[in-house]
């Protein structure tokens, strides 16, 4: 019993450190960049993968582009921690995903917040779902339950031309956001965030910290169109 025990650690170490080398990281990097391809209309890339262990990962860095390759959003230092028991029951169970992150952080985002020719945001369009396929089956209400108990964000960068005339230069600092998704609905509670502004309209800057909590219902189901 002792020697199946101490091989079945050996094989765990073995392929921790084995999925810790550079060409594994890579890998993953690539199979997780193509598992989000087409959950939204821009493009998700996961351009490094830091380090990888059994309860969370770190050291990520990714991009988002519109659908004319457009950077609109850069993201450097990620990392969380997972609660792997939790997700493994709900993969072997019948009630749906369950996702909790007991810790996310991230050092550094950048994001562009230049509009289209129409208006509206390059960064919203490219977040935005693409519509279901001709003749798909109506969606089903969604069963994942995620829980993060604490998304920490270092500093971000908001820059750009959202409307003509209106430019925006803004730091956000330090912010801590509890989030829950359950049967659809979603609950923000953003429990500090540093925000401070430049090149407003008459000098109209905000200098200060938020607090706020939100609760958004369930996104209406996607029919789509014969």
């Not at 101490?6 to 997780?32: D, E, H, S, T």
């Not at 089956?137 to 998304?151: F, G, H, N, Q, R």
């Not at 209106?166 to 801590?176: K, S």
């Amino acid at each position: 019993m002792l020697f199946r025990s101490g091989v079945l650690v050996a094989l765990v170490v073995a392929a921790l450190l084995c999925i810790n080398l550079p060409f594994a990281r890579r890998i993953i990097a690539r199979q997780v960049t193509a598992a989000l391809a087409g959950v939204v209309n821009g493009k998700i890339v996961i351009d490094q993968v830091g380090s990888v262990g059994l309860t969370g990962v770190s050291g990520v860095k990714g991009h988002l582009t519109d659908e004319r390759g457009r950077t609109v959003t850069a993201v450097s230092g990620i990392s969380a921690q997972l609660r792997t028991f939790t997700l493994v029951k709900s993969l072997l169970g019948k009630s749906g995903l369950d996702v909790h992150l007991d810790a996310v952080s991230i050092d550094h985002v950048d994001a562009l917040l230049d509009a289209d020719r129409d208006g509206k945001l390059l960064l919203l369009n490219a977040l935005a779902s693409p519509p279901p396929p001709p003749n798909a089956p109506p969606e089903k209400p969604s069963t994942l339950k995620l829980s993060i108990d604490e998304a920490r964000l270092g500093s971000a960068w908001l820059h750009g031309l959202p409307s003509p005339g209106f430019a925006v230069d803004a730091d956000l600092r330090d912010m801590q956001l509890g989030v829950t998704l359950a049967g659809g609905k979603t609950t923000l509670d953003l429990r500090r965030l540093g925000v401070e502004t430049r090149a407003m309209p008459s000098d109209a800057n905000v200098h200060g910290s938020l607090k706020a909590h939100a609760v958004l219902p369930p996104a209406p189901l996607k029919m789509a169109a014969n």
